[in-house]
């Protein structure tokens, strides 16, 4: 299988899903309730691997790539369910940056 999707690609794959297998969209507040929830087990995972904190029995079958894709899955959910384009909200957001912070990180003297 191709794992170069674009954006529209993955939105319309779990709009697909879905409709096929989901039943339905949980409603907005559910998703950003999940939303959150998958953050914290994405921030248990960096926690454990790049911070200070020991894994527990309980981490050892958690991995990085599953929950990123997790918190992908659900944003792209709410992407979806709300009219979203995250090709177009994403270019938006890129040029919105660039213009923003052309200068702002190359002339930060903390990160040089």
């Known amino acids: 299988m191709n794992n170069e999707l674009t954006l529209s690609e993955m939105q319309k794959r779990v709009d697909d899903w ?4 989901g039943v339905r969209y949980f409603s ?3 998703n950003m309730i999940c939303l959150t929830e998958e953050v914290g087990e994405l921030a248990r995972v960096i926690a454990r691997k790049y911070g200070e904190q020991s894994s527990k029995k309980s981490d050892l079958d958690k991995n990085l790539e599953d929950e ?3 918190v992908l899955w659900v944003l792209t959910c709410l992407a979806n369910q709300t009219g979203v384009d995250l090709s ?7 040029k919105k940056k660039t213009e923003r912070d052309k200068t702002r ?3 930060n003297d ?3």
């Open 68 to 70: 990123l894709a997790d």
């Open 88 to 94: 177009a909200a994403f270019e938006k957001n890129i």
């Open 18 to 21: 879905i409709k096929t297998y």
């Open 28 to 30: 907005e507040t559910t």
């Open 105 to 107: 990180h190359i002339n």
């Open 110 to 112: 903390k990160l040089k």
